[in-house]
């Protein structure tokens, strides 16, 4: 089984400053972690993705997410927010190699204060 | 290279009626997967086809219904439409297998649809 939590439904931040969304996730198997961006109306994009080569996970748009096994964490890092990131973010699960169904955080909504 | 396309954007059905929703994933692309997404329960798998064949299925009522073409084309279908099924509806291809590292979905900007 697997199951991921997203602690924050909402945070807010003024441009210019550090975003940190938090994920914790379960897997009984060596799991796969992605993180997804989606913005009104519009399908899902991938920001980066956890494939067991390195913890530290640079994606696109500035983001990082760093894997913490010890922790099962897979928190989402920006060191400078932009009006742009203000969006939903998911934190998705996958079961390793194996492929297959992933599952999904509940999502965390970033606002950038002016 | 054209991404996922979803027909058509938005949908007004009412209770009782059936919908097709039309998913045309990447160009090489031979997995397609639906999610449903709705402000209550968030996003949850519905079915994933691989070279027409289901592959994996979602915990949904057999009212929802999906199959993919040879091209990979996928269309899903809900019959005997209810309120709850309102939610933007998500369609995903992927090269490999859904949820391998090394094979992402790329996602598709969704269906709307209303229910009334």
């Known amino acids: 089984a697997q199951s991921v939590t997203q602690l924050d439904s909402h945070v807010s931040v003024s441009e210019g400053t550090p975003v940190l969304l938090r994920c914790n996730y379960s897997?009984?198997?060596?799991?796969?972690l992605f993180w997804y961006v989606q913005h009104p109306n519009k399908g899902l994009q991938l920001l980066l993705k956890?494939?067991?080569?390195?913890?530290l996970v640079k994606g696109i748009n500035g983001f990082e997410a760093e894997f913490k096994k010890s922790e099962t964490s897979f928190h989402l890092t920006k060191p400078s927010a932009h009006m742009s990131d203000a969006a939903e973010y998911f934190c998705v699960v996958s079961r390793g190699n194996a492929g297959n169904m992933l599952t999904f955080g509940g999502g965390t909504r970033l606002m950038v204060k002016p | 290279k054209a991404g996922v396309t979803q027909t058509p954007r938005y949908l007004i059905k009412t209770r009782g009626q059936q919908v097709t929703l039309s998913c045309s994933p990447i160009s090489g692309h031979r997995s397609v997967s639906w999610y449903q997404q709705t402000p209550g329960q968030g996003l949850q798998f519905l079915f994933e086809y691989f070279s027409e064949t289901q592959r994996n299925k979602g915990n949904f009522p057999g009212r929802f219904s999906g199959r993919q073409f040879s091209n990979s084309r996928s269309e899903m279908n809900v019959s005997t439409l209810e309120l709850g099924d309102s939610a933007l509806y998500l369609c995903a291809s992927s090269l490999g297998f859904t949820g391998q590292p090394n094979s992402p979905l790329h996602f598709g900007n969704g269906t709307r649809l209303t229910v009334t």
């Open positions: 956890y494939t067991s080569a390195a913890t």
């Open positions: 897997s009984s198997y060596s799991p796969s």
